[in-house]
């Protein structure tokens, strides 16, 4: 019999009358020591679907209809005190943000030692060891110095294997993971990844999966559940699904998956224009200056050297902290560089300023991550995208008019949306609007940062359709900063892979990609899930220890190919 | 407030589909009581000649200290002044002080935090800094001060109430500020080659404005109160002015034989301050622009 036996599941927000159901009639059943991938895109209900077995549901949502048997009993008719029971010691919870879940104010050892006397009923000294053995089982050094220190002083992934260690020491026996690893750099999920695995083949845990990444279920899913509206449109083996997908739905999702087997774009290196943006040696660095810190500065930008060509898309990629947005900021002279020179088509912004600088910036706009933030929440779309039209004056009320027409066309959306406002959009409608005012200034160079990493999948690679198009059509350039090594090879003629604020590695796309050199770069595409079961476990992974210990990198550029350079 | 036409037109002819913003204040129970009673006293404050029987300040419109009565329907005082028509012009005085004085703070706060959180460096030293040190003294203790050296009348009193309500009003305009200036929104303006004016008065003013109306209908009633209270201590309205505070003041000696006189402009002091609270309140739920579609 299954572990867990949800049977026509129905969850709604207020009245039954005026809000349709966010999960629809879901079926849902999971074995024991089974991984079982909950699929969708946002707003798909698959995280309703998931809190309702905890009975976590936000304020207002209601369960309408339907039963959730965990063992042979049903959860929903449980009560307050009943489901604390079972919260925590049979049935544990890992979110996406660790930072949340614990408590910032105990320390590590606080509060996984609680949880052991809690739930386990064992004595003070038994759950601290028990604590320290599971904090080593998920890899955790120095494990006893560990338990003394609180959340902050550890790094995202860090808190997720606190997390881990915390549901592992419980025993659970059934695991729910909602998007636990989109928050972290790839090789840090790959190194979660493996120890949900780990946990699931150790301790007979059934773990219900929620992601919306195709890649993380092809690594990790026995069996897929695809959502969508609330309802479930595919359910199969996780090998089928990928092989053969039935629904029309599953179909688009897992064609609108970038790959890192798709071809890269074609670069012939002549078949660029001139040179739009250079960077020179440039360097940033943060703190060191305070009163009070006498901590090193940060080193962001550490002596950069960059060019993009007309036409060209020179991605930059690397892992968090690895310094590529401060460089894209840059580039934009939102940040002043300590040393070096910043060229913007054929002029030196370093040291201009004032009118000059607001001049010559126009010709390099940026594309932000955040499409909530990057709309002033006061002004409609049609001022919006107006703005830098009226700035630049010159152009009468109705001209301006025609032109917001037809740049939100061109950026793939109706005229009619100039009347709305920001909160009236979707996320990669806004997305679109944004790209629409970049383009309003005809800029010779666009930076881009992660555009498309707060998007769906089907949304991100309309978005990204959308920006090579218009590439092609107005010999754009793009600085496009990201951290999905997929979505570079969609969209990069040129790859720069950035490393504690040094580029280690520089070269066309499909060198770079298919013939890494560099071994951060070779650990980076190694660590990045393949949308794939059939070549689960082929991933290589990257040891820590491998890693060159010199703190600053100092090193040479060698070229080790046609245009391929990396730094030695 | 600065509100651009440039760009407004461009999308004027699309659809509007927004609820209108009173509906959304009313639609909350706090908000409806609290402009309930703000619009009473709006009232009481704009017709006080039509809706008060007596003259505030005529002696003897009846027998000294007569309890309430359908001819005096809040009683007399000592010198037989109506204590309701009083009530009603002291509403006219009280909406003037809080107005005054909150006008006074708010507009130099919001523009010292304005200016700190956009100019940076060495500017916002300066006035964050100098702005912290006049705030770690108490309001009202500042006040204080500043009547004792302008001289105690009606005028200084509002004066002084505003100027010691400046920090508060330019701390929470240059914090509410830092955090848009940190958007990418506010950067795409840069990039989009926007210079100081626009940056300050069309991105940043109109989205700290939301957050400033609401400080400045919750910092009216502390406004009210202080100048109330420097009334209250003989420093502001002077007799025979119907102001609250002093009334009530003035009711003191009596209130064994007339507690009245210190029950009513208590009661209205109490209700005008809880009124304009819980109206700060709904506001700020009602200003929210991602409030907007909850119903």
């Known amino acids: ?568 | 407030m600065t509100q651009a036409t440039d760009t407004a037109a461009v999308g004027r002819d699309a659809r509007q589909s927004r609820t209108p913003f009173v509906l959304r204040l009313v639609r909350q129970p706090a908000g409806a009581i609290g402009l309930a009673i703000v619009v009473a006293l709006v009232v009481m404050a704009l017709f006080a000649e039509q809706i008060a029987p007596y003259s505030p300040i005529k002696m003897a419109a009846g027998r000294p200290l007569t309890s309430p009565s359908l001819a005096h329907l809040l009683g007399t005082d000592e010198f037989g002044r109506d204590m309701f028509s009083r009530i009603v012009y002291g509403a006219r005085l009280t909406l003037q002080i809080g107005l005054i004085a909150v006008g006074i703070s708010l507009s130099i706060g919001t523009l010292i935090g304005l200016v700190a959180a956009y100019a940076g460096g060495f500017v916002e030293k300066l006035l964050m800094r100098s702005t912290d040190v006049v705030f770690s003294f108490t309001e009202t203790l500042i006040a204080l001060a500043f009547v004792a050296v302008l001289g105690p009348s009606l005028e200084n009193a509002m004066i002084a109430v505003g100027i010691a309500g400046v920090p508060f009003y330019a701390r929470t305009c240059y914090a509410s500020a830092l955090s848009e200036e940190g958007k990418p929104y506010f950067e795409a303006s840069i990039a989009a080659g926007a210079g100081h004016a626009r940056l300050l008065f069309l991105h940043l003013l109109p989205n700290v404005v939301p957050t400033m109306i609401v400080i400045a209908t919750l910092g009216l009633s502390n406004a009210i109160l202080a100048a109330a209270a420097l009334s209250f201590l003989g420093l502001g309205a002077q007799p025979p002015t119907p102001e609250w505070g002093a009334m009530l003041s003035a009711g003191r000696d009596f209130f064994n034989r007339a507690p009245w006189l210190m029950l009513y402009p208590g009661l209205a002091i109490a209700l005008t301050v809880l009124a304009f609270n819980i109206l700060g309140d709904a506001l700020r739920e009602a200003l929210d622009p991602r409030a907007k579609e909850r119903s």
């Open chain 1, 1 to 568: 019999m299954a572990l867990v036996d949800i049977s026509d599941l129905t969850i709604g927000f207020g009245a039954e009358a005026t809000a349709p159901p966010v999960v629809d009639g879901v079926d849902l059943s999971i074995g024991k020591g089974e991984i079982v991938a909950l699929v969708g895109e946002s707003g798909s209900g698959k995280s309703m679907t998931a809190l309702s077995i905890v009975g976590l549901l936000p304020e207002r949502g209601r369960v309408r209809a339907g039963q959730i048997l965990f063992g042979g009993k049903d959860l929903l008719t449980f009560g307050e005190a009943a489901l604390r029971s079972v919260r925590g010691a049979r049935i544990g919870m890992i979110f996406q943000e660790p930072m949340t879940s614990l408590n910032p104010v105990l320390t590590i050892g606080e509060q996984l030692v609680e949880a052991l006397i809690v739930h386990e009923k064992l004595s003070k000294a038994e759950s601290r060891n028990r604590a320290i053995a599971m904090l080593e089982r998920t890899g955790i050094d120095n494990a006893e110095r560990r338990l003394r220190q609180y959340p902050h002083e550890f790094s995202g992934g860090m808190r997720q294997r606190v997390m881990i260690a915390m549901m592992m020491a419980l025993k659970p026996a059934l695991l729910i993971a909602d998007e636990p690893t989109t928050a972290l750099d790839v090789t840090i999920q790959a190194q979660i990844l493996d120890l949900l695995r780990e946990m699931v083949r150790d301790l007979d845990t059934s773990l219900l999966l929620i992601t919306h990444d195709m890649g993380v279920v092809a690594e990790m899913a026995d069996r897929v559940v695809v959502m969508r509206d609330g309802k479930v449109v595919e359910r199969g083996d996780c090998e089928a699904i990928f092989a053969a997908p039935q629904a029309d739905y599953t179909r688009r999702l897992l064609a609108a998956v970038p790959t890192l087997d798709d071809p890269t774009r074609e670069t012939t290196t002549t078949s660029f224009g001139p040179e739009v943006l250079r960077l020179e040696d440039v360097s940033r660095s943060f703190g060191g200056d305070g009163f009070f810190s006498r901590q090193a500065p940060l080193k962001a930008a550490d002596g950069v050297t960059l060019t993009v060509r007309e036409g060209e898309t020179l991605a930059l990629v690397g892992e968090s902290g690895s310094g590529k947005s401060t460089l894209g900021r840059l580039a934009m002279r939102l940040e002043k560089p300590d040393g070096g020179r910043v060229v913007v088509a054929g002029e030196d912004i370093t040291r201009l300023s004032g009118r000059g600088l607001r001049r010559v910036r126009r010709a390099i706009q940026m594309i932000f991550q955040d499409p909530y933030a990057s709309l002033d929440p006061r002004f409609s779309i049609g001022r919006t995208i107006a703005e830098p039209m009226i700035i630049e004056g010159g152009a009468s009320r109705s001209e301006v008019r025609e032109r917001v027409r037809a740049l939100l066309e061109r950026a793939g959306l109706s005229a009619s949306m100039a009347g709305r406002m920001p909160h009236e959009l979707s996320g990669g409608q806004r997305q679109r609007v944004a790209i629409a005012r970049a383009l309003a200034v005809s800029p010779r160079i666009i930076v881009a940062d992660e555009p498309t990493s707060a998007l769906d999948v089907s949304v991100q690679a309309k978005i990204l359709d959308l920006m090579i198009e218009l590439q092609e059509a107005e010999a754009l350039a793009y600085l496009f900063i990201t951290h999905d090594l997929a979505v570079v090879r969609r969209i990069a003629h040129r790859v720069a892979v950035m490393r504690k604020g040094r580029i280690v590695e520089l070269g066309a796309a499909a060198d770079v990609l298919e013939r890494p050199v560099h071994p951060y770069t070779r650990s980076l595409i190694a660590a990045a899930p393949v949308p794939d079961p059939a070549r689960r476990g082929e991933r290589h992974h990257w040891q820590p220890e491998a890693e060159p210990q010199s703190p600053d990198m100092a090193g040479e550029w060698c070229a080790v190919g046609d245009e391929h350079w990396i730094l030695a």
